[in-house]
Nanobody, 113 residues
């Protein structure tokens, strides 16, 4: 059974940093292309980063501020977020590329002063 468990979200102030984790199971993580999505209130879920092998692509809205990394020994994907802005407030999800309609519960990130 495929599972994605996101964690690490919280309430932070603008300009602060946060690192999200996504523990995976049921997939061959080390060879899987992975992605981070986010969904802000009232909006559709949007792709913000996708990684495969040594390549990672970022949405313009997060480029230069967010960094994806992975630990293949722990089957875990990470999203390090710097210089957070109020518009980064959303529920963050990880999944495979393509998602194949497989989603975890997500983790809430709220950026507010």
């Amino acid at each position: 059974q495929v599972q994605f468990v996101e964690s690490g979200g919280g309430l932070v102030q603008p300009g602060e940093s946060l690192t999200l984790s996504c523990a995976t199971s049921g997939i061959v993580f080390r060879t899987s292309a992975m992605a981070w999505y986010r969904q802000a209130p009232g909006n559709e879920r949007k792709l913000i980063a996708a990684t495969s092998g040594s390549l990672t692509n970022y949405a313009d809205s997060v480029k230069g501020r967010f960094t994806v990394s992975r630990d293949n020994t722990k089957n875990t994907l990470y999203l390090h977020m710097d210089n957070l802005k109020p518009e980064d407030t959303a529920v963050y999800y990880c999944t495979t590329v393509p998602p194949n309609n497989r989603w975890g519960q997500g983790t809430q990130v709220t950026v507010s002063s």
